[in-house]
T-cell receptor
Framework: EAGVVQSPRYKIIEKKQPVAFWCNPI?????LYWYLQNLGQGPELLIRYENEEAVDDSQLPKDRFSAERLKGVDSTLKIQPAELGDSAVYLC??????????????FGEGSRLTVL | AQSVTQLGSHVSVSEGALVLLRCNYS??????LFWYVQYPNQGLQLLLK??????LVKGINGFEAEFKKSETSFHLTKPSAHMSDAAEYFC???????????FGAGTRLFVKA
């Protein structure tokens, strides 16, 4: 079974440029998460989708970040314009659990962003 | 509200020695608790989880953790460390109230030959 796939693995851009990250969850997983992981920190939730609906985006900085999950499968996270402080690893995860959050999260390898 | 505190950002042990990584949680509802491991340049992988069944939970690679409600702890242990255990370990909590998994800051485990 294929795991969660993310691309690109690494991205270097200059500040004020746009950037987009793509995630393909495990087949059949209806819940998809985007997490931000700063150096030396644990992952912090940016947005959670159940199917195509964003059910928790309270931590997403909406002035520059946007996300979409068309058809309830793949998802894209966009930053425009990027700032120096956005340098981090962006993790995508998926799970089967849509109600009580007791399920295991399956993570992709992450997309490491460096903003110069 | 829920939170997780991992005591010690770095732990160093000798190969063959006991591994003990500490985690304390705060939760206003019965918690579900997890330990994840992250190897360099990889995503997180579940080691084990507690979901209100047995308080002693066994996971992969010889790790186990014990849920102690009175101490609000969920410490991770392994009797004998192996070089391949060197990684970052994250404790996490979730519950029925928020559908959100909260991660601790992580503990980096170093294993000396």
């Amino acid at each position: 079974e294929a795991g969660v796939v993310q691309s690109p693995r690494y991205k270097i851009i200059e500040k004020k440029q746009p950037v987009a990250f793509w995630c393909n969850p495990i087949s059949g997983h209806n819940t998809l998460y985007w997490y931000l992981q700063n150096l030396g920190q644990g992952p912090e939730l940016l947005i959670r989708y159940e199917n195509e609906e964003a059910v928790d985006d309270s931590q997403l900085p909406k002035d520059r970040f946007s996300a979409e999950r068309l058809k309830g499968v793949d998802s894209t996270l966009k930053i425009q314009p990027a700032e120096l402080g956005d340098s981090a690893v962006y993790l995508c995860a998926s799970s089967l659990v849509a109600t009580i959050d007791t399920g295991e999260l399956f993570f992709g390898e992450g997309s490491r962003l460096t903003v110069l | 509200a829920q939170s997780v505190t991992q005591l010690g950002s770095h732990v160093s042990v000798s190969e063959g020695a006991l591994v003990l990584l500490r985690c304390n949680y705060s939760s206003s509802v019965p918690p579900y608790l997890f330990w994840y491991v992250q190897y360099p340049n990889q995503g997180l992988q579940l080691l084990l989880k507690y979901t209100s069944a047995a308080t002693l939970v066994k996971g992969i690679n010889g790790f186990e953790a014990e849920f102690k409600k009175s101490e609000t702890s969920f410490h991770l242990t392994k009797p004998s460390a192996h070089m391949s255990d060197a990684a970052e370990y994250f404790c996490a909590v979730s519950g029925t109230g928020g559908f959100k998994t909260i991660f601790g800051a992580g503990t980096r485990l170093f294993v000396k030959a």
